[in-house]
């Protein structure tokens, strides 16, 4: 069946995703990348380039190098907003016969559905081969403020780039359905979307499966794009009067400083401060001069505060101010927010939404593609691949068992689609243990007693063996429903167990990202203590290893092997519940060098008239090796 | 059947007759309820499955780009080494230069010549224009500011040139 592209046609970037499993995926473009900038351009030899290749030639041809068409596609050319951007524009607009904008490019005046249709005929040329066939229908996303002459345009830039326009999608519509916020009823959701140029909030209210658009605002010259440029700005400033060179005169300085600029603002969304080296910079007459600057985050955040300041005004705007100017909504009245746009990654602008609404915003999804996925998945459901019984969920958090010390052992692991069957096979921890308890476990802790428990019960019957014997096989089943089966069985006995629960997923999504940052926090600590328990353990099978190869050849073994043996696990016991750990390690090690020499002895022992034999014996191990 | 339900009906029947198609045909309903439980069922699990599976795959393809990459930077440290040794001396750079441009090479990453080549958006980023007097520099790569770099035949980093611009004298 013919798939349906999900396109976001942004002011800067585009992007384009199809559903492939059910599930929306971005398709690469033919440069290998997720998205493509917005760009078409008319070369000297009168080719056209689109995309990547035209941002790159776009220096040596800017009068034919069209970019931005997205803030003149539908409108009058006597529109304020057309008449601020024609100042700044590297390319000549004019009007057209009917009142709209005309667009030189080479020796052609277009329309800039016109040029639209370019971007959209190169996303959907490297669509099709990457998918392997033809697509001609398609879902455009557009602004949430774009009027009916704006989207009727967006629509004629598809039919010219040869779709079929199956809808027209507010952008911040998409990103709803991304999240699967259709689905929910009654919810009111803020999309605060700071793009690479334009900073857009929309108050959606979702009811009974259609999604309304309540309130939009924001400001179409505040983007990213501003981020980077102040920090430019900064940073040439600082070389300025370190080194006395005005880096903004010498174009390879600048480009590299403006990657570096990009590179650095990225790191500091993970960490708190970050280098920005730039080697042989720039060079006067005293010679080569390298660029070294530190950086924190703190002082990126000094200087882009007010832009950040001035979107959490306008999304407070848009959603208290009462009709037209916004939704007239409480910000306590909305259940959801989602982030879309890059420079959503920024740690501040996270802290700043979440403050305003006292909420945790959505944004698992990756914000730059979130649009082009919600496109896709409207996609799907117009082609009907989306069926509301084949709309799976996820477990929110692991789900697993406690084990030897306390230990949380995760048989599914969080994120993990439902329904899912997951099994493994565990041990007895003593001789001739008959029963087993099962305690069913919740969270992310490494420490089972952290995490919530679920249900337990006692698998008994197990035939007397040794420890480490046994095998009991405990499985997990989630059903759509999200109900949970755990079921252990004895492998030897066939004797199974078994409890139901019905609310393994049941948990409101404060208590998930509270038990999520719960384990978060405790991530180092946690780890520890399970490290300590698994040498604990290992300390344990060792010395009942040791103590059981003894008993079985210990006659074999010299005597002073055998009491050297014997003290070294006296030390270890002594030692092993203790809190000493690196202590237990090092005995533990040092216990398991000399119990090699249990085996030195007996084959020693055995060595000459069976010599034959051993070589057959390994000959045989191999064979199994291979086969494992 | 519709047609035997139209002759059932003309005919006279027993209750008895009736109560027991009643009886069928709520068995063989409940036999298509079943049915389609457990191919709804196996449907979702299905789909569970590919995506549990590409999620999966998604992973590994992660640590796989993640750890595929350190044969490379092991072999890059020997460039460290050799510049720390540069530093003690203060010499050797071309060497260390070579050095790495061999590593490089056997990766399949080899440079882009670009100066005095036409621009191609393909292989270039243009970064500044310069006026040239001679008509056949139109358009041409003037001046390679930053080398450009080929994985194997595909662009891994676009060469950083002036490009020339003829400007027709009135």
Redesign the interface.
């Given at each position: 069946m013919p798939k349906i592209l999900g396109i976001d046609l942004g002011t800067t970037n585009s992007a384009a995703a199809v559903i492939e499993g059910g599930e929306p995926k971005i398709l690469e473009n033919e440069e290998g990348v997720r998205t493509t900038p917005s760009m078409v351009a008319i070369s000297k030899a009168g080719d056209r380039v689109t995309g990547l290749l035209a941002k790159r030639q776009a220096v040596t041809n800017p009068e034919n190098t069209i970019f931005s068409v997205k803030r003149l596609i539908g409108r009058k050319f006597t529109d304020p907003e057309v008449g601020r951007d024609k100042k700044w524009l590297s390319y000549k607009i004019q009007a057209s016969a009917n009142g709209g904008v005309e667009i030189k490019i080479g020796d052609k005046w277009l329309r800039p559905e016109e040029i639209s249709a370019m971007i959209l005929q190169k996303l959907k040329r490297d669509a099709e081969a990457k998918l392997g066939g033809k697509i001609d229908e398609a879902v455009i996303t557009v602004p949430a403020y774009f009027d009916d002459s704006q989207r009727a345009a967006t629509k004629a830039a598809g039919e010219i780039a040869g779709f079929n326009v199956k809808r027209i999608l507010p952008e911040p519509t998409a990103a709803a359905l991304a999240y699967g916020l259709n689905k929910k009823k009654d919810e009111k959701i803020v999309v605060y979307d700071f793009g690479g140029g334009t900073f857009d909030v929309s108050v959606l209210e979702v009811s009974s499966d259609t999604v309304e658009v309540r309130a939009i605002g924001g400001d179409t010259h505040l983007g990213g794009d501003d981020l980077d440029q102040i920090l430019i700005n900064y940073l040439v400033g600082e070389f300025k009067r370190t080194d006395g060179i005005d880096l903004s005169k010498d174009a390879l300085a600048l480009q590299r400083l403006k990657e570096a600029t990009e590179k650095a603002k990225h790191e500091l969304s993970t960490t708190l401060e970050t280098e920005i080296n730039i080697p042989f910079i720039t060079a006067d007459a005293s010679g080569p001069r390298h660029f070294l600057i530190k950086l924190a985050r703190a002082k990126f955040e000094d200087l882009v505060r007010d832009l950040v300041t001035k979107s959490i005004a306008l999304t407070r705007e848009t959603v208290t101010l009462s009709s037209p100017k916004g939704a007239g909504f409480k910000l306590s009245e909305i259940d959801e927010i989602i982030l879309v746009g890059g420079q959503t990654r920024m740690p501040m602008i996270q802290e700043e939404v979440k403050k305003l609404f006292g909420k945790e915003p959505n944004r698992s999804i990756n914000p730059d593609e979130v649009v082009a996925l919600g496109a896709a998945v409207q996609a799907g459901i117009l082609q009907g691949d989306v069926k509301d019984v084949l709309l799976l969920d996820v477990t929110p958090l692991s789900l697993g068992i406690e084990t030897l010390g306390g230990v949380f052992t995760k048989i599914i692991e969080k994120n993990t689609t439902i329904p899912v069957s997951k099994s493994q096979v565990f041990s007895t921890a003593a001789d001739n243990q008959t029963s087993v308890e099962v305690n069913v476990l919740q969270g992310e802790r490494e420490i089972a007693q952290y995490n919530k428990t679920l249900g337990r019960f006692v698998l008994d019957g197990i035939a007397p063996a040794p420890r480490g014997m046994p095998q009991v096989e405990v499985s997990f089943d989630v059903d759509a429903n999200g109900i949970l089966n755990v079921k252990a069985r004895d492998k030897a006995t066939n004797k199974e167990q078994s409890v139901r629960i019905e609310a393994s997923t049941g948990l409101s999504k404060d208590d998930i990202e509270k038990m999520r940052q719960d384990a978060e926090a405790h991530r180092a600590e946690d780890h520890k203590k399970r490290e300590a328990v698994e040498i604990k353990n290992q300390a344990d099978a060792l010395i009942y290893t040791s103590e059981k190869a003894l008993r079985d050849g210990g006659d074999k073994v010299p005597a002073d092997v055998k009491s050297e043996i014997e003290n070294k696990i006296a030390e270890l016991k002594k030692i092993k519940d203790g809190e000493s750990i690196e202590e237990i390690k090092n005995k533990t090690e040092e216990l398991s060098r000399l119990i090699s020499k249990i085996g030195e002895a007996l084959y020693k022992k055995d060595a000459g008239g069976r010599e034959a034999e051993y070589e057959d014996v390994n000959k045989e191990e191999k064979k199994d090796d291979n086969k494992s | 059947m519709p047609d035997e339900e139209i002759e059932l009906e003309e005919e006279v029947i027993e209750e008895e007759g009736l109560k027991d198609k009643l009886k069928k045909m709520r068995e063989d309903l409940n036999v298509c309820r079943k049915e389609k439980e457990e191919y709804?069922?196996g449907?979702?699990?299905a789909?569970?499955?590919?995506?549990?599976a590409?999620?999966e795959e998604e992973r590994n393809r992660e640590i796989f780009v993640k750890f595929a990459q350190a044969s490379i930077l092991l072999e890059f440290l020997q460039i460290i080494d050799s510049l720390e040794m540069a530093m003690k001396h203060d010499d050797g750079i071309k060497q260390i230069y070579l050095q790495a441009k061999e590593i490089l090479k056997q990766h399949g990453v080899t440079q882009i010549e670009s100066e005095g080549k036409k621009?191609d958006?393909?292989l270039?980023?243009?970064?500044?224009?310069a006026e040239v007097n001679e008509e056949e520099k139109?358009?041409m790569v003037v001046e390679d500011?930053?080398k450009g770099w080929l994985i194997f035949e595909?662009?891994l980093r676009?060469a950083?040139v002036?490009?020339g611009?003829f400007k027709i004298k009135s």
């Open positions: - | 709804l069922a449907w979702q699990r789909k569970a499955d590919f995506i549990n590409r999620k621009f958006p393909a270039h980023e243009a970064i500044e224009k139109d358009n500011l930053q595909k662009v676009p950083k002036k490009v611009i």
